[in-house]
C-alpha cells in the first residue's frame, strides 16, 4: 500500500529540484577558474570548520548508537579530523583535474565544409541517494562542480546533523565565489517521502545515482522516473590460483578484507585452488583468526585452521552476500574454470581479483570474468576512484550503460553534437 505524500513535501522538494534546475545553467556555463575557486572555498572551509563538523558528527554516532546501529555502519558514518582533513585534500585532488567541459571527443569536416563535433556537456541536475556516509555529500558535489553540473543531495537520517552542516558549508563556500548556492541542495529534512519526489522529478532531475545498500539501490532502480545508474553492491571474490606465492596472498587477502571492512571494495569470498589448499590456507587463516575475521566454509577447510579457530558452516545463500564486516566465506575449487564459474553465479559485478604468477591463468581470468573491476595480483580495495587517478568519485557503477566502475569527472558528463557552417542546406 503506498502512503500518500503530504502537499509540504511535495511543494518543498519541488521548489529545490527546481531551483537546482535554474542555477545548473550558471554553473554550465563558468570557467573552470571560476570552478577551481569554488572548490578552493570548500576546502578550505571544511579545515577551518573541524571541530563543529565533528560535533554534528557525533550527534550522529550517539543517535546510531541508541538505535543498536551495526559497527560496521557505524564506521562508515563517523567522522575523525583526518577523515575530514582527507576529504578536503580529496576535493584539492579535484581542483588538479582536467576539467571534462568542452572537450571533443569526435571531430570531423565533411565533404560540403560543415564541421562538427561531439563536444562534453553537463548532465544538468544530479540527484544522489545515499546512506551514513557524510563523506559522500562533499565528494559527490566537488565532482557535481568541476563537471558543471548542480547537485541535490539525499543523505539520510543517519547522518543528518553531519550532512546539514556539510550542505551549508558547501554553499556558503561556493556562493563566496559567486556561483549561486542553489547548485548544492539537501532534502534530508523531507525524509523518506522527499526521496519519492526526487525520484519522480523527472522535469527537474537529469539523472540519479543511488549509494547504498542492496535494498536501497533496487527501490531507486525499480521506482525512479529519472534516469538511473546502478552502483554497487560489493560482493568482491578473490581467486588464490595454484601458483600464488604464499605471502603476497596473505598479504592481499588481509588488506583486503580487513582494511576497511565496512565499504564496498572489501573482501567477501576466498576461492583457493586445491592444490593450492596446504600450502597456502594455513597462513591465510592464521592472519584471518589474528584479524578476528569470521570464516564461513564447508567442513574441508577446518583441517587447514589454526587451533582456536572455529569454522561456522557456510551456507548457498552466504556466497551471495555482502558481509560489510570482518566476516568471509571461503572455498576450494580445482582449477580457473571453476573459479570463473562460481564467480559467474554469485558476482554483483563489482570487483574480482586472482592471486597467480600463472600469465595464462591471468588472461583467461581477466578476459573472462565480467565485473566493473578486475585486478591480478592486487588488493581488491584499490577499486576506487582516487587510487584509479580520478580524484573523488561519485560511486561504482555496476551496470554497463555509459558509467562501468569508479565514476569520475567524466561520468558526469553527457554529449551534444555541434554543427558549424556557411549557409549548408541538405540536398
Known amino acids: 500500500m503506498t502512503t500518500e505524500i503530504s502537499p509540504r513535501v511535495t511543494r518543498g522538494v519541488t521548489r529545490i529540484v527546481a531551483a537546482a534546475k535554474e542555477s545548473a545553467s550558471s554553473i554550465a556555463q563558468a570557467s573552470t577558474q571560476v570552478k577551481n575557486d569554488a572548490l578552493a572555498a570548500i576546502a578550505d572551509s571544511l579545515e577551518a570548520n573541524v571541530d563543529d563538523i565533528l560535533a554534528a558528527n557525533a550527534e550522529d554516532i550517539e543517535t546510531a548508537r541508541k538505535r543498536e546501529t551495526p559497527d560496521s555502519l557505524i564506521d562508515r558514518l563517523t567522522l575523525t579530523e583526518e577523515r575530514v582533513r582527507g576529504i578536503a585534500g580529496a576535493v584539492r585532488e579535484v581542483i588538479g583535474l582536467p576539467d571534462p567541459v568542452g572537450v571533443i571527443r569526435h571531430g570531423q569536416t565533411m565533404p560540403n565544409g560543415m564541421r562538427v563535433s561531439q563536444e562534453a556537456v553537463p548532465v544538468g541536475v544530479v540527484g544522489t541517494i545515499y546512506e551514513a556516509r557524510p563523506n559522500v555529500t562533499v565528494d559527490i558535489a566537488s565532482l557535481a562542480l568541476k563537471s558543471g553540473n548542480a547537485v541535490v543531495l539525499r543523505g539520510g537520517s543517519a547522518a543528518r546533523s553531519s550532512n546539514t552542516l556539510l550542505i551549508s558549508l558547501l554553499r556558503r563556500a561556493v556562493a563566496s565565489v559567486g556561483l549561486p548556492e542553489e547548485i548544492v541542495s539537501g532534502i534530508d529534512e523531507f525524509g523518506r517521502d522527499g526521496t519519492v519526489v526526487l525520484m519522480q522529478a523527472r522535469d527537474h532531475v537529469d539523472l540519479l545515482i543511488p549509494r547504498g545498500g542492496a535494498e536501497l539501490i533496487a527501490r531507486v532502480v525499480h521506482e525512479s522516473l529519472v534516469p538511473v545508474i546502478e552502483t554497487g553492491v560489493g560482493n568482491v571474490h578473490m581467486f588464490i590460483d595454484q601458483s600464488a606465492p604464499v605471502r603476497m596472498a596473505t598479504d592481499l587477502v588481509l588488506n583486503s578484507k580487513t582494511h576497511r571492512p565496512s565499504v564496498c571494495n572489501a573482501l567477501e569470498n576466498l576461492l583457493v585452488h586445491e592444490k593450492a589448499a596446504k600450502r597456502v590456507l594455513p597462513k591465510i587463516l592464521?592472519?584471518?583468526?589474528?584479524?578476528?575475521?569470521?570464516?564461513r566454509a564447508d567442513k574441508e577447510i577446518e583441517s587447514y585452521?589454526?587451533?582456536?579457530?572455529?569454522?561456522?558452516?557456510?551456507?548457498?545463500?552466504?556466497?551471495?552476500?555482502?558481509?560489510?564486516?570482518?566476516?568471509l566465506a571461503v572455498r576450494l575449487v580445482s582449477s580457473v574454470d571453476e573459479a570463473i564459474e562460481h564467480i559467474h553465479a554469485y558476482t554483483s559485478g563489482h570487483t574480482e581479483v586472482i592471486v597467480t604468477n600463472d600469465l595464462a591463468n591471468a588472461e583467461t581470468f581477466v578476459q573472462a570474468v565480467d565485473a566493473a573491476a578486475v585486478g591480478v595480483n592486487v588488493s581488491t580495495r584499490f577499486t576506487d576512484g582516487g587510487q584509479l587517478g580520478l580524484g573523488a568519485e561519485v560511486g561504482i557503477s555496476t551496470q554497463k550503460l555509459h558509467a562501468r566502475g569508479p565514476m569520475g569527472l567524466e561520468a558526469l558528463t553527457t554529449t551534444k553534437w555541434v554543427m558549424r557552417g556557411n549557409g549548408q542546406i541538405r540536398t
Open 286 to 295: 592464521g592472519a584471518l583468526h589474528e584479524a578476528g575475521v569470521v570464516v
Open 305 to 327: 585452521a589454526p587451533e582456536g579457530m572455529r569454522i561456522r558452516r557456510v551456507t548457498r545463500r552466504d556466497w551471495a552476500k555482502e558481509y560489510l564486516d570482518l566476516e
